[in-house]
């Protein structure tokens, strides 16, 4: 990684993390299987009692960062799940490109992002052997969308870091 990336990667860190956010709801999303359930979480970026501040114009894209960085982080090679027509490659294969010290880049985050119909979309699926499976959507009005599949419950703990419940560090 350049330092340049290093750099303007640090700068969407540090903007995605001063957004203030509500969690509104939690909702379980059952998948294939018992093992391989995920979460829809509905947020609100902001404060409630800030109606004039849009922090979705200034931190929006950062905000989505950081959620794709913790993903990246927490995501492991899929070693258990069953092939199906939807997968694009077989078990096990994705053991062959992870790294346990990876990062992810902005050139990966950048290619898992698009904006559709006024929307600020990021899908990551497969990243160098780490299975993601993580859907963020930032809309205009401040309201974020976090859906994971065969993650468990390691949304809520992703929360818990940004928001400062759990220790977060910076790897250089």
């Known amino acids: 990684m350049t330092p340049e990336d290093r750099s303007a990667g640090m700068h969407l860190l540090e ?13 379980v999303v059952p998948g294939p299987d018992d093992a391989e359930f995920g979460l829809r979480i509905d947020l609100r970026l902001g ?6 501040s ?9 905000f989505c960062f950081v959620l794709a960085v913790l993903s990246f982080a927490d995501a492991r090679p899929r ?7 939807a997968d694009a490659r077989p078990r096990g294969a994705s053991e062959i490109d992870y790294e346990e010290d990876d990062q992810i880049t902005l050139v990966d985050f950048l290619e898992g992002l698009s904006f559709v119909r006024g929307e600020l979309h990021f899908r990551g699926d497969y990243i160098r052997g780490r299975r993601l499976k993580t859907d963020i959507t930032v809309k205009a009005d401040g309201a974020v969308t976090l859906e994971t599949i065969g993650r468990g419950k ?6 818990d870091r940004v928001k400062g419940k759990k220790m ?5």
């Open 15 to 27: 903007k995605g993390m001063l957004v203030e956010f509500q969690i509104l709801d939690v909702k």
């Open 47 to 52: 404060e409630d009692d800030d109606e004039d």
């Open 54 to 62: 849009n922090d979705v114009e200034w931190g929006g894209f950062g």
């Open 79 to 85: 070693v258990l799940a069953v092939l199906s027509f």
């Open 154 to 159: 390691a949304a809520l703990q992703w929360l």
């Open 168 to 172: 977060m560090s910076l790897i250089s």
